[in-house]
Each structure stands twice: as structure tokens, then as C-alpha cells.
């Protein structure tokens, strides 16, 4: 826990760094995408060790299916040999490790991977598997219509903003957050000249991201104040289980369940604040004017809750 939250710190300053100094005006797409890469892979190995392995496994065969896998089963292929991957990997878990290796835990990551992994492939197949005529207007939209390199797929599966904890994002949103092009598009969709601007505006991810570490102290002092009140190690107690009664039991197993939900909203709101500070998630505009990055989420508390 204490390398992850390490690696996502680090993260969050390495993601304002590539937003000011590797930005497309200074820095080629291939440039952007390697230090992605280097560094995404370099978290893997200092968070989970030797068992980031099996992320790299997963990842190369995958590619090696999307490259040799007939077009209208790529995404087939694809999600089977990525779920099966993962399904294997957690049984491991369970039954040969016992639950064991929890502070080395690479199903997190292999989680994110697996979700990225059959996107592509769906997106994929609908870009060079299908007619456009057969899409709905999203499928159209986020068609992949050719295979990407070597270094693009691995910048969109192991990229430092997102190994450790995600979001799930799609591969044409990356590719043209990578390339500078993401936030133009989105600020194409509305007409700026009615609105009194001569050029297109460059709105700045400060605000979203500061709004959503404030999020993450609040979860973090929720998880440690309500934890240390309500321990869940207590629900196994050999005492608390001879002498409360059932329904005790089952109240007292609702609120340490709660108690430990803060942990993972602060790991998925520093996850979004990462993408954010590199200048990734860009959405649009509200109907007030107020400029949105909400274009990839791990999750929405309040709808949670």
C-alpha cells in the first residue's frame, strides 16, 4: 500500500511534468508515447515486483492475436485469452497462494489491462471488421480502422497515468490526447465565436484536479478515522463471535464494510487526478460554460452512495 500510494504521488508530479514539458508542441507523439511507456512499466515492477510479469504476458499476447487473428474474430480471441488470464491469476490467488500475496496484489492492474485490452478489440473489429452501416453512431465514432503499432499499444495498455489503477479509457481518446488533439475536438463541438471568443480557448486542468485531491484527503481520513474505530480483523474475533448475537454480527460486518470503501475511493480519485494533471480527460463544456474533465472516471461517489 505504501508503494502505491508512493508510485501515484510520483505519478501525479510526473503527469504535470509531461502536461508542461512533453506537450505535443514540444515534444513528437513517439516521444510522448515512450516516456508513457518507460514509466508505466518502471511503477509496475517497483509496486508488484517479479509479479508484474504477468502484465507484460498478458499484454504480448494480446498483441500477437490482434496481429494475427482473423479480422472477424479478433475480439473474440481477445476477450478469452485476456479473461481466462485473469480468472487463472485470481484462482492462483485464492487457492494455491491463499490469499497471500495481498501486498504484492498485481490483479488490480491486470484488471485495468484485461477492460483496456477487449475495448481495443471491440473497437477494433468494429473499425475493420464491420460496415459503418452496422455501427451505431458511438461504435462509429470509436472505430479503430487499423492496427496499432507496437508502441502505441503498449503507451495505451502500460502508460504511467493509468497501470496502477486505471481508468479504462478508449484507444482513440488516447491516441488523440498523445498527438494534441483531444481537447480541440471537444472544443470544436461548440460554436466559440457566439460566445465571444475569437480562438480557441486552453482550459487547464488545475481546478479538476485540485478538486479531486481535496476528494482523496477526505476519503483517506475517513478510511483511517473509521478503520481504527471499526477494525475488521474484529468480525473474527473468536469472543465476538461466541457472544453477539446474529443480527449484531451482521450490523457490526455492514459498517466495517462501509468503513473500508474510502480506501478504494481514494485510489480511484488519485487515479483520475493523475490522468487529469497530464491534461488527459478533457469532456467539453457544461450547459454554464464551465469547461469539464470527466471524459474518463473510475466512479462517481454520489451515484455510489
Not at 207 to 228: D, R
Not at 250 to 272: H, I, N, R, S
Amino acid at each position: 500500500q505504501i508503494n502505491f500510494v508512493a508510485c501515484q504521488l510520483f505519478a501525479l508530479l510526473a503527469a504535470f511534468w509531461f502536461r508542461i514539458y512533453l506537450s505535443p508542441s514540444h515534444a513528437s507523439s513517439a516521444v510522448r508515447h515512450a516516456f508513457a511507456t518507460l514509466f508505466g512499466i518502471y511503477f509496475a515492477v517497483f509496486c508488484f515486483g517479479w509479479y508484474s510479469v504477468h502484465l507484460f504476458v498478458l499484454v504480448m499476447m494480446n498483441y500477437g492475436i490482434m496481429n494475427m487473428a482473423s479480422v472477424p474474430n479478433i475480439h473474440r480471441y481477445s476477450f478469452v485469452v485476456a479473461m481466462g488470464y485473469l480468472t487463472l491469476c485470481h484462482i492462483s490467488r485464492i487457492y494455491i497462494f491463499h490469499y497471500g500475496i495481498l501486498t504484492t496484489d498485481f490483479s488490480g492492474p491486470l484488471m485495468i489491462i484485461t477492460q483496456k485490452i477487449t475495448t481495443l478489440a471491440c473497437q477494433l473489429h468494429d473499425g475493420i471488421g464491420r460496415q459503418a452501416e452496422e455501427l451505431t453512431a458511438e461504435q462509429n465514432r470509436l472505430a479503430v480502422k487499423s492496427r496499432p503499432s507496437l508502441l502505441e499499444y503498449l503507451s495505451y495498455l502500460l502508460n504511467f497515468m493509468s497501470i496502477i489503477a486505471g481508468p479504462c479509457s478508449n484507444y482513440k481518446d488516447y491516441i488523440a490526447f498523445i498527438e494534441g488533439r483531444h481537447v480541440h475536438m471537444k472544443l470544436l463541438e461548440v460554436n466559440w465565436k457566439q460566445k465571444g471568443y475569437d480562438r480557441l480557448p486552453d482550459p487547464s486542468p488545475t481546478g479538476a484536479v485540485m478538486y479531486k485531491l481535496c476528494i482523496t484527503l477526505v476519503s483517506l481520513i475517513l478510511f483511517l478515522t473509521l478503520t481504527k474505530n471499526f477494525p475488521m480483523a474484529y468480525i473474527i474475533d473468536n469472543e465476538f463471535l461466541d457472544k453477539t448475537p446474529f443480527l449484531s454480527r451482521l450490523g457490526y460486518l455492514y459498517v466495517v464494510t462501509q468503513a473500508a470503501k474510502p480506501k478504494y475511493y481514494f485510489a480511484w480519485t488519485l487515479a483520475d487526478a493523475v490522468n487529469n494533471a497530464a491534461g488527459y480527460g478533457f469532456s467539453g463544456v457544461d450547459e454554464r460554460g464551465t469547461f469539464r474533465w470527466d471524459l474518463l472516471s473510475n466512479l462517481n461517489i454520489w451515484n455510489i452512495e
